[in-house]
């Protein structure tokens, strides 16, 4: 019997795209590949009996072309201080296990590069996200300002990190990745932040 589950909570992604990213559309990378390093912050959330609030997922990947054609190549970083039951939990969640919307970006992944525990933040402020692994790798990303200084959104994509929800264009202030052979070291790219919910079977 499969083991029912939701979470919500805040997503990051910043890659390695010029301008306005064209994955998110289907289109191909503008670089031809695209690297990128993705974020979820839980504000709440259970899986079976295992509560999951406060706790961070990152992912590290490279898509070796168009992002919707899959074989990508991936790490998994689950959050340091969960303990042993959330952190199973939060690898069959993001793992693909558990089903829902995780299940089918993980079917777009060719090869795990590995799995790691180490400590991540999130951080959340007015028109910014940051996010950081331990001392090697990070995501600061920041609103892109539009007309009357709102910020600039999209929705209704149709390749969704976080289906349903309306996405702020933003732009990195920094972007590093450096391990399993995922490198990224890089400034003023594509990012995006939006609400997030998930849920399965």
């Known amino acids: 019997m499969s083991t029912e589950w939701s979470i919500n909570g805040e997503y990051l992604e910043s890659c ?4 306005a990213c064209p994955c998110v559309y289907l289109g191909s990378p503008t670089e031809g590949d695209c690297t990128a390093l993705v974020g979820w912050h839980i504000k709440s959330g259970r899986y079976g009996d295992v509560a999951l ?16 054609e899959g074989n990508w190549k991936a790490v998994l970083y689950l959050d340091g201080k969960a303990d042993q039951a959330q952190q199973e939990a939060l690898g069959a969640i993001f793992g693909g296990e558990a089903g829902g919307h995780p299940a089918m970006l993980a079917s777009m992944i060719g090869e795990v590069r590995g799995v790691e525990s180490m400590p991540i933040e999130f951080q959340v402020e007015d028109g910014r996200r940051h996010l950081k692994l331990g001392q090697s790798a990070e ?16 929705e209704k994509h149709p390749f969704a990190v976080a289906p349903g929800q309306t996405l702020v264009v933003a732009s990195s ?5 450096q391990a399993h052979g995922i490198d990224l070291d890089l400034s003023e790219r594509t990012a995006f932040y939006s609400p997030f919910s998930y849920a399965g079977p």
């Open 53 to 68: 609030d406060g706790l961070n997922v990152a992912v590290a990947l490279n898509a070796p072309g168009h992002m919707a």
């Open 16 to 19: 390695s795209c010029h301008g």
């Open 139 to 154: 995501a600061q990303v920041h609103a892109v300002e539009g007309q009357g200084g709102e910020a600039v959104t999209i």
């Open 173 to 177: 202030s920094a972007l590093r990745h």
